[in-house]
């Protein structure tokens, strides 16, 4: 049942006291409306001290920050189901459509399911880390797997397009090369794709992520454009902050 409404409701979607010099990561722009990013930088820690945030906040953050270089190696991630956020929106939606949604069931699916990202430099490409507790989706088993790939590359944001982000983009996952072979799977990666060579139209999946600090990256998550979610991406091993987010582009 869990599983049915998730795939129901996809359905229904078609002036802080430290100075710029010192945080070369921060862009400092102001959204209209966001008061100064020197003080929401300096609550934002870690993951941990985000995770309650209202969307407000988070979007304020997200705009005062930079690209930043692109990650390298496994990134632990987290789900952040904020408060007024994309994802509440589309609860409300499949209630008046007649879809019982369960929030916190869904919640839990989402870190069941997700664990990561693996990012590999050299094939400007990433891999998703499932969890080890995950149940079989659509009849395939992803325990502990590496699945879903993407190519990744500096573009325009969807939430702030004055400047770049580092994109995640799942509309030509099958056509992503690692090491010389495709990890492509027919089975079930077509489920974050756009429509594939193999004629599968997926959930059209972009994500978007943007340095906090070293280290510690917030990332939004897009359906056909449409926002659901934010997440975070974390390590204690981060690349050097002088590195820069990597060229690419979409098409394959």
Not at 95 to 117: C, N, R
Not at 176 to 191: A, H, L, Q, R, S
Not at 208 to 236: C, H, K
């Amino acid at each position: 049942m869990l599983k049915k409404s998730f795939f129901c409701l996809v359905g229904l979607l078609a002036a802080g006291g430290v100075h710029a010099a010192e945080r070369p990561w921060v862009d400092f722009a102001e959204f209209e409306h966001s008061g100064g990013c020197n003080a929401i930088i300096d609550d934002a820690t870690n993951a941990a001290a985000i995770q309650a945030w209202d969307q407000e906040k988070l979007d304020m953050l997200y705009a005062c920050a930079k690209a930043g270089p692109t990650p390298q190696g496994f990134m632990n991630g987290k789900v952040i189901f904020a408060d007024n956020g994309g994802f509440d929106h589309f609860v409300k939606f499949a209630t008046q459509m007649g879809i019982p949604v369960d929030k916190a069931k869904l919640k839990q699916f989402a870190e069941t399911l997700w664990k990561g990202k693996v990012f590999y430099e050299k094939d400007r490409a990433l891999l998703n880390k499932m969890g080890a507790d995950v149940s079989p989706l659509l009849g395939y088993d992803l325990k502990d797997q590496l699945r879903f790939p993407a190519k990744v590359y500096c573009g325009q944001s969807l939430l702030d397009g004055r400047r770049e982000s580092i994109i995640i983009d799942y509309a030509y996952t099958d056509t992503v090369k690692i090491d010389g072979e495709k990890p492509y799977n027919d089975n079930i990666d077509w489920i974050a794709g756009g429509q594939t060579k193999t004629g599968k139209r997926g959930l059209m999946v972009r994500d978007e992520i943007r340095m906090v600090r070293p280290g510690f990256y917030l990332g939004r998550a897009y359906m056909d454009r449409v926002f659901l979610l934010n997440f975070t991406l974390s390590t204690d091993d981060p690349v050097s902050a002088a590195d820069r987010c990597w060229p690419g582009y979409r098409s394959n």
